[in-house]
């Protein structure tokens, strides 16, 4: 779907809901705790040598020596069989301060060792129920969303445009078979659903039925039109907007379902001819395409105290108004002078201007609420 292979049909990862992970590798976290657990075990091996005068061992008891010698590899020995609750009792402490340590120091020690061995165990063991606890969260959570099918180069900057216009990345779920895009939607936070978007299953888990919006940016306009026509399906109300590599094509992705198609050969194509015609030109374009910079193009409510007016008059530069569901541009005649229930494309700054304020972004009534 994206940039990567497809995975095949039978494969059991086909379908599977993956959510970006927000700790550390589980191999950092296996090497961070073998290294805990050998630091107690050195730590402990030192005191009992250090103080090997306070300790018995029955097995090199002798006449002339009844407590034993305690050498390194002895204080090893006492040290694994201590931490690992074994305790054979050949060696044991005998003077009151060998014996204080082990009460508050070595017991202690014991317990952390333990509680590290057991705990990794535990973590391991009981990864998949906390996925599928997170999994089973996000579900239930999950509603309105946003899902992006195929995250290539298109569906990322597509993803990106809408975070960066206020969407919750909690809202976006990601479609696509290839490891190489799971890898980047989790890098980029996003829940991932691993499998073929022309399956009503793989479709299924990843909510299209709840879905408000589906963007559709495989690399292959055969697969686009199966995932629309699958889309609509399951969603007759989503809206879906859907890339095609040809222009022959979008009269059949249409008629599959989208509600938007976008020729992406065709657009670059134009901004590459009108790059060459007018180097300025082409400037003005790029820029109205990137985000967060110099001008943009958006969508907004009609205020109160515009009602009434004409398109040209406004503080925003007025391209179109949306009226029942139609799209006019500003020069219309239908929409000489603007009425309630209008939508309007604009051209404005990107960030708003100590001079050019945001109509529409500070408390004021929009004419679609008022009476």
Do not use: C
């Not at 010698?69 to 009792?89: E, H, K, M, N, R």
């Not at 991932?192 to 690399?219: F, P, S, Y």
């Not at 109300?237 to 599959?256: C, F, G, H, T, Y």
């Amino acid at each position: 779907m994206g940039d990567g292979a497809a995975t095949p049909a039978n494969s059991p990862s086909v379908g599977r809901i993956a959510l970006p992970e927000r700790t550390r590798s589980p191999w950092w976290e296996l090497g961070r705790r073998v290294l805990l657990a050998l630091g107690i075990m050195v730590g402990t091996v030192l005191l009992v040598y250090f103080d090997r005068e306070g300790y018995r061992d029955a097995g090199d008891a002798t006449a002339e020596d009844p407590f034993g010698t305690i050498s390194l590899i002895d204080a090893i020995y006492y040290t694994t069989v201590t931490l690992s609750t074994t305790g054979y009792g050949d060696i044991a402490p005998v003077s009151d301060p060998a014996r204080l340590v082990n009460a508050f120091i070595i017991t202690p020690a014991r317990i952390g060792f333990l509680v590290l061995l057991i705990g990794t165990t535990l973590e391991v063991l009981a990864q998949r129920g906390r996925e599928m606890f997170r999994i089973a969260r996000w579900r239930k959570n999950m509603g309105h969303h946003v899902v992006v099918i195929g995250y290539g180069t298109k569906g990322r900057s597509a993803v990106e445009t809408l975070v960066n216009n206020g969407l919750d990345r909690d809202h976006v779920v990601v479609v696509d078979p290839s490891p190489v895009a799971m890898a980047d939607a989790h890098a980029d936070q996003l829940a991932v659903v691993t499998g073929d978007a022309t399956r009503r299953g793989v479709l299924h888990r990843a909510g299209v039925g709840e879905a408000d919006q589906v963007i559709i940016t495989t690399g292959r306009d055969d697969s686009n039109v199966l995932a629309a026509l699958t889309v609509r399906q399951l969603n007759p109300d989503a809206w879906i907007v859907a890339a095609v590599s040809e222009q022959e094509n979008a009269p059949l992705m249409r008629q599959s379902g989208a509600d938007s198609v976008i020729t992406s050969s065709d657009a670059v194509g134009r901004l590459l001819g009108l790059s060459t015609l007018s180097p300025t030109l082409g400037s003005v374009m790029e820029d109205l395409l990137t985000y967060g910079e110099g001008l943009e193009v958006a969508e907004r409510e009609l205020l109160v105290n515009e009602v009434g007016m004409p398109p040209q008059s406004l503080p925003d530069q007025v391209i179109a108004v949306v009226r029942d569901e139609k799209v006019y541009r500003y020069f219309d005649p239908v929409v000489t002078l603007l009425a309630r229930g209008d939508r309007l494309v604009v051209v404005r700054p990107a960030k708003e201007l100590p001079w050019a304020p945001r109509p529409g972004t500070h408390n004021e009534d929009f004419a679609s609420d008022a009476d």
